[in-house]
């Protein structure tokens, strides 16, 4: 069975750092891209960040670049996304997904991932 478990969301204060953890299980996750999304309330979900595999190539949505990262723990089945700067846009409830199709440059389009995690909030407010 497919499973993504995110954690490490919580609240800080604007220009604070959270790192964020995806767990996967039930499948080979080196074989498959990562992407991070997130949804802030009344909007509809948005593309962060995503991480290809086997490359490791990453993928920054505009609003993010130079501050959010993204990488992975093959040994630890993890992804990771550590942002910093946060301002109180980046609220939003966070998710992971895993690529539809193996071994391909990952994409920013949410359509293209099948398998989603339960998602982690982050509120940055002062």
């Known amino acids: 069975q497919v499973q993504l478990v995110e954690s490490g969301g919580g609240s800080v204060q604007p220009g604070g750092s959270l790192r964020l953890s995806c767990v996967a299980s039930?499948?080979?996750?080196?074989?498959?891209?990562i992407g991070w999304f997130r949804q802030a309330p009344g909007k509809e979900r948005e593309a962060v960040s995503c991480i290809s595999s086997p490359d490791g190539n990453t993928y920054y949505t505009d609003s993010v670049k130079g501050r959010f990262t993204i990488s992975r723990d093959n040994a630890k089945n993890t992804v990771y996304l550590q942002m910093n700067a946060l301002k109180p846009e980046d609220t939003a409830v966070y998710y992971c997904?895993?690529?539809?199709?193996?071994?391909?440059?990952?994409?920013?389009?949410?359509?293209?991932?099948?398998?989603w995690g339960q998602g982690t909030q982050v509120t940055v407010s002062s």
């Open positions: 039930g499948f080979s996750r080196d074989n498959y891209g």
């Open positions: 997904a895993a690529d539809r199709i193996q071994f391909r440059k990952c994409t920013l389009v949410l359509g293209e991932y099948d398998y």
